[in-house]
């Protein structure tokens, strides 16, 4: 494989990300690895399961009585449509429309650092209550599951701006399309574990 | 590079491992680091034998006892077996599909330092304060109320070392899936080629439920959480789960590919075509499936209910079936053969009965009823030694005698072989065929001491006199190897004479490119087939010669585990007041980490090409340089 | 090679139908030597799957032995190139078969005595004058000692459970701080004591433990719990219900006071340096921060394990730690206020310890 190669529209493959035999493994590596971090989030959701509303006797916080929807709903709606936005990244990507790309992707890590920033706030929110990661069993699961969920978000972000800036000057090339189609799998991953998170811990906790 | 076979000096040859990304010098680094702990796990088991050799005996303090019976557990599996497994995997299943190395060489040598970090990580614990002392199974309360930071090395270490194996298997996966040579379909691959896949699969599925309750336990002991602080509304039965959904399939994950390893030689040393290679491929897929449905079989005295406990008890039996259709199989692949009583085969053959002894006391431990008696007792010990020993053991030390001249071009002394072998065998079955009476006496496992009448004396002192032949069969081994190394007689690409798959078509040790030219596979067995065509050049060649593209070595991945190494000893001393470093300790070394992560991205390592030229002097000289510059 | 092969083996055959005559183990503590129901039925199983396991091993066998002897190159010649046969359709099938027929006869008894053991409904059941029908006993594991509470007849003990014959005794278990496993391998398997949740079973004794060569049953913690889980001991004494009604009904009263002058000097030592941790009343319902003491002259071990005779004890009381490590009771120097007990107060202690008796 050749990096200074250069491409055009027209001699870019339909799926650059699975070119090369390189950026196949690295293809199906990556859909392995989503397997495992499949089973780490099922292990995490059946723990907070078991532990949701579990604490020292007299406790009185419980799922339904601290969250609130509005703001959980809001932060759904933001990752989701960072999701959409990759998915434009993605498509100008196979087109090898590399300024489009970065532009979408730009659009998707703001979204991204603004889910994270409310996360941080809510979290911030429930500690000044007194509901802090050593108060319960629930509080612990709790944020042991919602906090992987946002180091995932934190590492996915890092992920798209590393490979922005580094690629910024030298475009697309069959080395790095498989980098970028994979930070997008990977942003769609967090997308769907949010949403169980949104339906196991805040919808199910809410309505009880 | 074409000054390939010079005599290089020792720091130039450290240098050389530390970052090489050659999948059969990774084998040799998991062979040597395994082998090591091996021998550490080992003189644990001695001074347990030690201990319990008489009634009463003061040898070790009950404190001491815990340590090194938690820590024997734990090395043999994590340290020991699994990192044994994995240097054969290494070193031959990219052979065996004609592959010139893993789908992520990288990835490879970083899994290797991260269980070489963590394996010495968890055992600086003898020297810094003592060792975890809660068991292999490291149980949620016992452990929390466990004092000093023994535990908390246990935690830390297997995160580590447990992240090194989680990326070795979805590397040997994609390798297995993508990488095949053109002809080598699925059901033409050998069968340790197979039992490497799913066992591959079953850590990819298996390791991050550990890793989760681990972080628990980590978050728990360090950081005040309150997962298993029952008090707190916590739950201790939620580690017991975690820890067994990873366990079961453990066990899976250490005796398929010893069932690999003995499925080839079988084949080898019959000189017969495996009976049954469908059925065997099924029945490994079945047992690696199956192993995910019955972990609560662990766990049939914690009081889970009835439904649960016969739900399991059942699943759990229907693993019998899947094993016995291997064994059969294997009968009746040396059935009709030409048996060669070389000694990998004789291992393979001890396997044989050794192994139906500890599979049919599972069935027996999976009448839930009945466990009620066996569970924790002397029985299970000598269960899962019989499995274990009996099973992925000899498997190892079968695979030591069969693989060794193609990993290193010399053959270990059959003579020798045989010395270890009968001693090892012997006092295998001396030592654990009694411990199951032990335990129908009532004796239960993990005491460090017991009454005199109890009457458990004779048979103790029989299991420990057992113990001792072992180590004189290990010690002989030890000298075998020094005396093969010193020797160093070399051998051609089929040592056995009766290779049947690729690895024997290629010279000994192959060559750092594997496969000048990628063969083409024309069936199952194809390097037999060739030979029995009376192919003369060995093999049928899917490509014409050409330049051949290789992964560049790197440092950073030794520099990356070490970033591990350094943050867990930061994590480690967390919540002690008087060491106020640890927080920096823990940041500094995250950051080793994560920064050369990014020094790994940020910079093109597009590898280099050999040329025809340079495969064409190479062939000359033999064929088997190991590309060291 | 071959010939030891086949030798060893047969050698290996003796050895162990010696060790299964050699014995059964003791009838105090063997598996084999079932003294109840539960036991029974656990025994049969392991019998019933013996034998089936020992039938595979056979055929097993057969088939190994005859291949090795059979198949050797030494015997074919070197050059001799086997057929390569594929498999059998006919003969998977068999051996597909034969282990899932094998299987279902010792699923069907598994399951009925999985459901069978854990049926504890009969536990609350209670007869027409609102009395249990059956005897509950509560067992709360500490570390390193068992306390038995009778809620239904108000009393406890510890270290030394007392039970009825020929009735079904039923158990709730539970720990106080850890993970324990409640054990008595001649009358019944085991069952988890967690830290978080109660666990219920029953036991049925058949024979007074008096006809044992030692008095007592053995029990044992089966689950690791620390430095001395080897000797988380307990005993059991099984009488007939008549005998079981006396020792109750004596259990039931407040303890005399010490009659003999030397005991009456270890009471009031006592009552100054051990009373904050233990009763010696067996009348309440347990939870001190040590074991129960009342009837403890009758007890066969003490702290579960240890001879029962008052040099023992008084080696005990001085320095605990050193019999059972890591254990929580304080040595003598420090429950005497700093000053190591002397040889008369051990003494009296001693009498006095000894004196608490509730058997005529």
Redesign the interface.
């Known amino acids: 494989m050749d990096i200074n190669k250069r491409y055009t529209a027209q001699s870019w493959p339909d799926h650059p990300e699975t070119a090369t035999l390189e950026g196949k493994n690295k293809f199906v590596g990556f859909w392995l690895l989503l397997a495992a971090e499949t089973v780490t989030f099922a292990s995490l959701f059946a723990t907070y399961l078991a532990l949701k509303d579990k604490g020292p006797s007299g406790m009185e916080f419980t799922a339904a009585g601290l969250f609130e929807l509005p703001l959980v709903f809001a932060m759904t709606m933001i990752l989701l449509t960072s999701s959409l936005t990759s998915v434009y990244a993605m498509y100008h990507m196979k087109n090898h429309n590399f300024k489009a790309m970065q532009a979408w992707l730009g659009i998707t890590v703001l979204l991204g650092l603004t889910f994270l920033g409310l996360e941080i706030y809510e979290f911030n929110h429930y500690v000044h209550l007194g509901f802090g990661f050593t108060h319960s069993a629930f509080s612990s699961a709790f944020y042991v599951l919602v906090g992987t969920h946002g180091a995932h978000v934190l590492f996915g972000l890092s992920w798209f701006i590393a490979l922005m800036i580094r690629n910024s000057k030298r475009g697309l090339n069959m080395y790095n399309a498989p980098k970028f189609y994979l930070a997008a799998l990977y942003w769609h991953f967090i997308d769907v574990v949010w949403v169980f998170i949104f339906t196991v811990v805040y919808l199910m906790g809410v309505i009880g | 590079m074409s000054s390939l076979a010079q005599k290089k000096g020792f720091g130039a040859v450290l240098w050389d491992y530390l970052t090489t990304v050659d999948h059969k010098k990774i084998a040799i680094l998991y062979l040597i680091s395994g082998g090591f702990f091996f021998l550490v796990g080992g003189l644990e088991a001695m001074l347990i034998r030690i201990q319990l050799m008489k009634a009463g005996n003061d040898f070790l303090s009950a404190g001491l006892y815990n340590e090194i019976i938690t820590m024997h557990g734990t090395t043999m599996i994590f340290l020991a077996a699994m990192p044994l497994l994995l240097a054969f995997m290494n070193a031959i299943m990219p052979l065996q599909i004609g592959a010139r190395d893993v789908a992520f060489p990288f990835l490879n040598s970083l899994g290797f330092w991260l269980f070489f970090f963590g394996g010495i990580f968890l055992n600086l614990s003898w020297f810094m304060g003592g060792a975890p002392d809660a068991g292999w199974t490291n149980y949620a309360s016992l452990a929390l109320a466990s004092e000093g930071h023994g535990i908390d090395f246990y935690a830390l270490g297997l995160t580590i070392s447990g992240f090194g194996t989680l990326i070795a298997g979805i590397n040997f996966l994609v390798t297995i899936i993508n990488m095949r040579a053109p002809g080598m379909t699925y059901m033409r691959m050998p069968l340790f080629t197979w039992t490497t896949f799913v066992a591959s699969a079953l850590i990819l599925l298996a390791f991050p439920p550990l890793t989760i309750g681990l972080f628990f336990m980590i978050f728990d002991r360090l950081f005040d959480s309150n997962f298993f602080v029952v008090e707190m509304g916590g739950n201790t039965i939620i580690w017991e789960h975690l820890f067994w959904i990873f366990g079961h399939p453990e066990v899976y994950i250490l005796i398929l590919p010893a069932f690999g390893i003995f499925s080839e030689i079988f084949a080898i040393f019959s000189r017969k075509r495996l009976f049954g290679y469908t059925a065997l491929v099924f029945a490994t897929i079945l047992i690696g499936f199956y192993g995910f449905m019955v972990w609560a079989h662990h766990m049939f005295t914690v009081g889970l209910g009835p439904t649960a406990n016969a739900v399991f008890a059942l699943a759990t039996m229907i693993i019998a079936v899947p094993t016995g259709i291997k064994i059969f199989n294997w009968l009746l692949t040396i059935w009709g053969g030409s048996i060669q009583f070389s000694v990998a085969m004789v291992y393979a053959i001890a396997f044989i009965p050794s192994f139906v002894a500890g599979g049919v006391t599972g069935v027996m431990q999976a009448i839930a009823p009945l466990d009620y008696q066996l569970h924790d007792s002397y029985f299970i010990v000598a269960h899962f030694h019989y499995v274990i020993v009996g099973g992925v053991v000899l498997g190892l030390l079968a695979g030591t005698h069969l693989y060794w001249p193609k990993m290193f071009g010399t053959m270990l002394s059959e003579k020798l072989g045989m010395v270890t072998f009968w001693f090892f065998f012997i006092g295998f079955h001396l030592t654990f065929f009694i411990q199951h009476f032990l335990g129908l006496f009532g004796m239960p496992r993990r005491v460090y001491t017991f009454n005199a009448d109890q009457g458990w004396d004779l048979y103790n002192l029989i299991s420990s006199v057992g113990a001792l032949f072992m180590a004189i069969g290990i010690i002989v081994l030890l000298v075998n190897v020094v005396l093969t190394t010193v020797k160093n007689v070399r051998v051609g690409n089929d040592p056995w004479g009766d290779g049947r798959t690729l690895e024997w078509a290629i010279p000994s040790p192959p060559p750092f490119y594997n496969f000048a030219q990628t063969p083409l596979v024309r069936g199952l067995d194809t390097y037999w087939i060739e030979k029995m065509e009376g192919n003369k050049e060995g093999m049928i060649y899917a490509e014409p010669l050409g330049d051949i593209h290789m992964p560049n070595g790197s440092i950073i991945p030794f520099v990356m585990s070490f970033g591990m190494f350094v943050a867990a000893f930061g994590a480690l001393y967390f919540m002690d007041d008087t060491k106020p470093w640890a927080l920096a300790v823990l940041v500094i070394g995250l950051g080793i980490t994560f920064g050369s992560m990014l020094v790994r991205s940020l910079k093109d390592d597009l590898g280099f090409y050999i040329t025809k030229e340079e495969l064409i002097e190479d062939a000359k000289r033999g064929g088997n340089t190991d590309g060291h510059k | 090679?071959?010939k030891g092969?086949t030798n060893?083996?047969l050698f290996?055959l003796m050895t162990?139908l010696l060790?299964?005559l050699s014995?059964?183990?003791?009838e105090?503590?063997?598996?084999?030597i079932p003294a109840g129901k539960v036991?029974q039925?656990?025994f049969n199983?392991?019998i019933l799957?013996?034998i089936v396991?020992t039938f595979?091993?056979i055929v097993?066998?057969i088939?190994?032995v005859?291949?090795?002897v059979k198949?050797?190159?030494s015997k074919?010649?070197e050059d001799?190139?086997?057929?390569?046969?594929?498999?059998?359709a006919k003969?998977?099938f068999i051996?597909?078969a034969v282990?899932?027929v094998l299987?279902l006869i010792?699923?069907v008894?598994?399951?009925y005595?999985?459901?069978?053991?854990?049926?504890v409904t009969a536990m609350d059941s209670v007869n027409e004058e609102g009395e249990q029908n059956h005897l509950t006993v509560n067992v709360t594991a500490y570390l390193y000692w068992w306390e038995f509470e009778y809620p239904e007849q108000g009393i406890v003990t510890a270290q030394e459970l007392v039970v009825p014959t020929d009735e079904r005794v039923y158990f709730n278990l539970i720990?106080a701080?850890?993970?324990h496993?409640f054990?008595i391998?001649?009358v019944?398997?085991?069952?988890?004591v967690?830290?978080?949740?109660v666990?219920k079973f029953y036991l049925e004794f058949d024979k007074p433990s008096s006809e044992l060569e030692?008095g007592v049953f053995?029990g044992?913690?089966?689950?690791?719990?620390?430095?001395?889980?080897?000797?988380m001991d307990f005993k059991v004494k099984s009488v007939d219900r008549e005998e079981f009604d006396q020792w109750v009904t004596a259990m039931q009263e407040e303890p005399e006071p010490a009659a003999e002058a030397l005991a009456q000097d270890g009471e009031e030592i006592f009552a100054n340096s051990c009373i904050g941790c233990h009763a010696v009343s067996g009348v309440g319902s347990g939870g001190m921060a040590g074991p129960n003491l009342a009837a403890f002259g009758d007890r066969n071990r003490i702290a579960g394990?240890l001879e029962h005779d008052e040099e023992t004890l008084k080696n005990w009381i001085e320095d605990p730690q050193q019999y059972k490590?890591?254990n929580l009771m304080p040595d003598g120097e420090t429950n005497n206020g700093g000053e190591p007990f002397s040889e008369q107060e051990l003494d009296a202690l001693a009498a006095y310890l000894m004196s608490l008796t509730v058997e005529e």
Request: aromatic share 8%.
């Open positions: 090679m071959m092969l060893w083996r290996a162990a060790v299964f014995g059964c183990g003791r105090e503590i063997s598996t084999l036991a039925d656990q199983l392991l799957s013996s396991m595979v091993i097993v066998s088939i190994f005859l291949a090795i198949f050797r190159r074919l010649g001799m190139i086997p057929e390569q046969v594929e498999g059998s003969l998977e051996w597909t282990p899932i299987l010792l699923a008894p598994t399951v005595s999985t459901f069978d053991l854990a049926d720990s701080d850890i993970k496993s054990w391998p001649s019944g398997g085991k069952l988890d967690n830290p978080e949740n666990n030692t053995y044992k913690c089966a689950e690791l719990c620390g430095p001395s889980h080897a000797l394990f490590p890591g």
